[in-house]
């Protein structure tokens, strides 16, 4: 897929991936926009990135993603690619009784459900696009369940299994479909586990961007940069010892129940 010239719509595109898909994208001479639910961080982004777009808009909100759909198409009808990339990541401990029923699929509704509600909403805009392309971010944890994160996890394995089916059943439209199955990466996303997953790499950003926009360049349509590969690998030849050293993980941090 070459990555000139496209108009491309990037799903939480105000930190983190989402961020650096934005920067680079702009840098290689293509019409970007992003969402986010915080209008804060889009103004402090379209300062940092003056030729973006922004867009305030949850994906986890189905009222939300068609309103978005009618504002883009109106101002921006030449969209042809659309990258799939909010996502948030929690540690879950599945024995919290506070936990609220609702709260507890939150994951779901934005990591899982946004994009396929995207994507449902989206489709026969790329159809009718000369050239257009699809790229959902899941992540290595789609490869091997993370205890600690367990509504994450399941999320990017659905992402994972959907974004399969989905290109076998749109393959004749000629719009492609990539899955970047990133690996941890250092965005604002690990804050929050600052201290529980020792001894976890954490990639920059930058190199892993760079790698996923090589890949669709290539048409390589799972990417998967860095320790991805190695967990692919690994879940592949021995499935047991990378679920182990996640297990182990969750077992630290949530010792107090367990015992
Ligand atoms: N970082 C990692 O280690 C890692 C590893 C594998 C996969 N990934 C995946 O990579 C993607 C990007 O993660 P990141 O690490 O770049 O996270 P991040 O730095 O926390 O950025 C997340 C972005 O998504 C937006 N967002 C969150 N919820 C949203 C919603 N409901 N609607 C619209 N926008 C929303 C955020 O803005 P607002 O908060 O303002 O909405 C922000 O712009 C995610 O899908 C994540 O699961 C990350």
């Known amino acids: 897929m070459e990555l000139r010239d496209n108009t491309i719509l990037i799903t939480g595109g105000t930190s983190g991936l989402g961020y650096e898909f934005a920067s680079r994208l702009i840098d ?9 639910r915080n209008q804060a961080k889009l103004d402090q982004t379209k ?12 994906v986890s909100d189905p009222l ?4 978005l759909y009618e504002s883009i198409i109106a101002e921006f009808p030449r969209l042809n690619i659309l990258i799939n990339n909010a996502g948030e990541m929690r540690k879950l401990n599945l024995q919290d009784t506070s936990i609220d029923l609702n709260d507890i699929v939150r994951e779901i509704d934005i990591n899982l459900s946004g994009p396929i509600r995207m994507i449902q909403q989206f489709l026969p805009h790329l159809k009718a696009q000369p050239k257009a392309a699809i790229i959902n971010v899941t992540s290595g944890l789609a490869l091997v369940p993370f205890p600690l994160s367990p509504i994450y996890g399941a999320t990017k394995s659905g992402l994972r299994s959907y974004t399969k089916s ?7 439209t000629g719009i492609k ?3 970047l199955v990133a690996p941890g990466a250092n965005t604002p996303l690990n804050d929050k586990f600052a201290g529980v997953q020792e001894g976890v790499q954490l990639m920059d950003p930058v190199k892993l961007i ?3 926009l090589k890949g669709i360049q290539n048409d390589d349509y799972e990417i998967y940069p860095g320790l991805s590969k190695v967990i692919k690998m690994m879940s592949r030849i021995a499935p047991g010892v990378i679920f182990n050293q996640m ?8 010792a107090e129940t367990n015992s």
């Open 64 to 67: 939300a993603i068609k309103a």
């Open 247 to 254: 297990s182990k993980i969750a077992d630290k941090a949530f």
């Open 210 to 212: 760079a790698v996923a």
């Open 166 to 172: 989905l290109r076998v059943q749109i393959k004749k």
């Open 177 to 179: 479909v990539f899955e």
């Open 28 to 36: 290689m001479g293509n019409t970007v926009i992003i969402t986010g």
């Open 47 to 58: 300062k940092k990135l003056p030729l973006v777009h922004t867009f305030q808009s949850d």
